[in-house]
T-cell receptor
Framework: DVKVTQSSRYLVKRTGEKVFLECVQD?????MFWYRQDPGLGLRLIYF???????EKGDIPEGYSVSREKKERFSLILESASTNQTSMYLC?????????????FGPGTRLLVL | GENVEQHPSTLSVQEGDSAVIKCTYS??????FPWYKQELGKRPQLIID?????GEKKDQRIAVTLNKTAKHFSLHITETQPEDSAVYFC??????????????FGQGTILTVHP
């Protein structure tokens, strides 16, 4: 049973603070993803990583950075939080499979930036 | 890049009715189309998927159809039940390409099944 966990379910931060969101998966998956979920906009990809120390920009990377020092852990960093980054953040992981693949999601972190 | 459009954004049905959610995609190289269900306060979970070499796939009360020529795919839920109420997301992927498993999601459909 795949487990994807996120460090916090709820976070409240102030504008300008540096924010770390952590994600850990226990299935040795190569791929890991960070999304933000906003009503009416679906799941938008922020960054993804297909290997340790590798990262690729998604559709909305501005204002975010990521770190993947170990295979099981993928961190999302908000260098200077802003109110428009208030959102639900979802982490996911998947394995490489040329026939298609399932992404397994974490429970999400609801971030409020004041 | 890929673009996925999903309709409708909200869908309300009576228990026992059928529900249909439609998605279109833009990248003809996409060959894998999963559907995720997200219940209130929970994480999205895969409920069914279809690959481009198949036109239809069924799993009990849910089915997905794919029209590669028209680049659209649909989720069909029959005999809906209140526990089917959730947000449903479609997605598309070019598996085996250089996308590294990067799914492109639709905007989501809020399905409400009234008892």
């Amino acid at each position: 049973d795949v487990k994807v966990t996120q460090s916090s379910r709820y976070l409240v931060k102030r504008t300008g603070e540096k924010v770390f969101l952590e994600c850990v998966q226990d299935m040795d998956h190569e791929n890991m993803f960070w999304y933000r979920q906003d009503p009416g906009l679906g799941l938008r990809l922020i960054y993804f990583s297909y290997d340790v120390k590798m990262k690729e920009k998604g559709d909305i990377p501005e204002g975010y950075s990521v770190s993947r020092e170990k295979k099981e852990r993928f961190s999302l960093i908000l260098e200077s939080a802003s109110t428009n980054q208030t959102s639900m953040y979802l982490c996911a992981s998947s394995f490489i499979d040329t026939t298609g693949e399932t992404q397994y999601f974490g429970p999400g972190t609801r971030l409020l930036v004041l | 890049g890929e673009n996925v459009e999903q309709h409708p954004s909200t869908l309300s049905v009576q228990e026992g009715d059928s529900a249909v959610i439609k998605c279109t995609y833009s990248d003809s190289a996409s060959n894998y189309f999963p559907w995720y269900k997200q219940e209130l306060g929970k994480r999205p979970q895969l409920i069914i998927d279809i690959r481009s070499n198949v036109g239809e796939k069924k799993d009990q009360r849910i089915a997905v159809t794919l029209n590669k020529t028209a680049k659209h795919f649909s989720l069909h839920i029959t005999e809906t039940q209140p526990e089917d109420s959730a947000v449903y997301f479609c997605a598309a992927l070019h598996a085996g390409g250089t996308s590294y498993g990067k799914l492109t999601f639709g905007q989501g459909t809020i399905l409400t099944v009234h008892p």
